[in-house]
């Protein structure tokens, strides 16, 4: 069994709130996927870059996941809406919420957390 691992993704400073994500990939349930990080009323969070509706990458521009409020994350295919801090479906053909991934911030480095399903891609 896969030990729960923390990794670093990025600096504190590289998420602005409401900004753009910064992308990272991961294996998820054994296939790599895109995943992506943003900062939320002060807080990072992260989830796989796969819309519930289908599962597709959503960011109309690369690692642009807000739509204009800086409120809500929206999917560019059909507009699926989801809150920034959960993943959870806020409006739009979504199917459920985005998959979280957790995150700690700590001394200016923000970490992913693995999970067994969820882990790092080996080179
Ligand atoms: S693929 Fe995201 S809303 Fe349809």
């Excluded at 409401?18 to 807080?43: E, H, I, W």
């Excluded at 923000?110 to 067994?116: F, K, N, P, R």
Aim: with cysteine; proline share 6%.
């Amino acid at each position: 069994m896969n030990q729960i691992r923390v990794i670093p993704l990025c600096n504190s400073a590289d998420l602005l709130d409401s900004g753009l994500a910064v992308p990272f990939d991961v294996v998820y349930q054994g296939m790599t996927c895109r995943a992506f990080a943003v900062r939320f009323n002060g807080k990072p969070h992260a989830y796989l870059n796969r819309c519930s509706h289908v599962a597709m990458e959503m960011d109309y521009q690369p690692n642009r996941f807000f739509d204009i409020t800086g409120q809500w994350l929206i999917c560019a295919t059909h507009g699926a809406m989801y809150a920034p801090d959960s993943g959870e479906c806020r409006g739009g053909p979504c199917r459920g919420g985005l998959v979280k991934i957790s995150l700690t911030e700590m001394d200016g480095v923000v970490h992913w957390h693995t999970e067994h399903n969820l882990q790092p891609v080996e080179f």
